[in-house]
């Protein structure tokens, strides 16, 4: 008698593990797949998460196959526009930049920064974006505990995928120490920071070890870091090869800010997989992103943001930062117009914690404004942003296998790119978020 009941709890909790919950979203106008076609009248099938069909035609839930065990619920989008969950390949979603960011470096705890990171995630995903790459923390620790909060359903945020640490050398873009007192600055110095080609290993296998997806290293000086120390090149080459050696070596994509042209053509001779920003690129850097099949991620709306707080006398940018922003911010837009003219991929990146979290959709006014196509500017943040993580197999598209990522607005962003400005309808891996 006892071998039977436990047979039978067995077989109860293998009906209950066995039962699958469907999503079918009826889709007045569906682009499953951007760059492509756009279908009307369609059923997108999501079990589980995960799309397992796309129908045309409008089916009901009978039509899905499930079994009595199983819940389905039917999503009426026949209003709409539907695609797939854009991604952000560029925010640092912990923070955002304020007039007390400076104290709040040293005020804040890693705990702090999670709490805060949580609240932007949110308002990310209800901006449509779903999937997001974090380009570097200013805690590893509290970045990793919010991307593992959200893959446990813990926090509702989008998917992350995370650096941890930016790669820079002392005192570069990247070493948040600087301009404060020597006392706190130790403090405050940076996980990631490296000098010589042994110490660029070490700090990159040690950013592995903590679970960097990918590696994060400031190939030149950037607008917002307190010195004047211009933007060009900061890592030498041989501290370069090493960074991309070893994240390679150990299954990492690495990405690279960088201003400078020196510093853009350096790190793509040493193999850097894509570069943030690129703002003083040339007809070298244009030959070298298309012999190494790197990525573009132009964050034009970074580029917006800083400028205007240059032409603000009562911002809170400090004297150095001010000079760079002035500089770098009105040359941003011509600089993604000449790589899309000369064929370089571009991938959607916004550098939101910069600009605001959940205005992150502005940057694709600005792609269209430097000459990419409606239809290209989408491209950029789905199919283009889903490879650049090395992620094609699951996002980027809908089809069968694929996340059950979707979002949709009411009217037509191919015709004006700002309705994705404001989007209707956020579902992540099969659950609804946001709908009207």
Known sequence: ?????????????????????????????????????????????????????????????GSVGATAEDSVTIHDLKNMFVLPGLIDGHVHITSENNP???LQRAEMSEADLAIAGAGFAR???????????????????AIFALREGVTHGDVIGPRIFAAGAIISVTGGHGDGSQGYRDDVAHLLH???????????RKSVREQ??????????????????????????????????????????MGRKVTAHAHGVNGINAALRAGVDSIEHGTYLDNESIRLFKRNDAYLVPTLLAGLTVAEWAKDPNSFLLPPQRA???????????????????????????????????????????????GLTPMQAIYAATVAGADNLGKSESLGT?????????VAVEGDPLQDIT????????MKEGVVYKSR
């Open 398 to 406: 809908l089809g069968p296998g694929k996340f059950g990522d979707v």
């Open 190 to 200: 940076s996980a990631g920071v490296c000098d010589g080609a042994d110490e660029c």
């Open 324 to 370: 760079k922003a002035a500089e770098v911010g009105p040359k941003m837009l011509d600089m993604a117009r000449r790589a899309h003219n000369g064929g370089v991929k571009i991938a959607f990146g916004t550098d939101s914690g910069v600009s605001k979290h959940g205005e992150n959709a502005r940057e694709f006014a600005l792609l269209v404004e430097a």
């Open 1 to 61: 008698m006892k071998f039977i009941w436990i047979l039978l709890s067995a077989c109860s909790t293998l009906s209950v593990a066995q039962a699958s919950d469907y999503a079918v979203i009826h889709a007045g106008r569906l682009l499953a797949k951007p760059g492509g076609a756009v279908a009307e009248n369609q059923s997108v099938v999501i079990k589980d998460g995960k799309v397992s069909a796309i129908i045309p035609g409008y089916i009901d839930a």
């Open 100 to 102: 007390k960011g400076r």
């Open 208 to 249: 592995v070890r903590r679970g960097a997806d990918h590696i994060k290293l400031t190939a030149t000086a950037g607008v917002l870091s307190n010195t004047a120390a211009g933007l060009e090149q900061q890592f030498f080459e041989d501290e370069l090869e090493a960074i991309m050696d070893s994240a390679h070596a």
């Open 419 to 426: 309705e994705l400005e404001d989007i209707d309808f956020v």
């Open 123 to 141: 308002t990310t995903l209800m901006a449509g974006f779903t999937t997001v790459r974090d380009v570097g923390a200013s805690s590893s620790e």
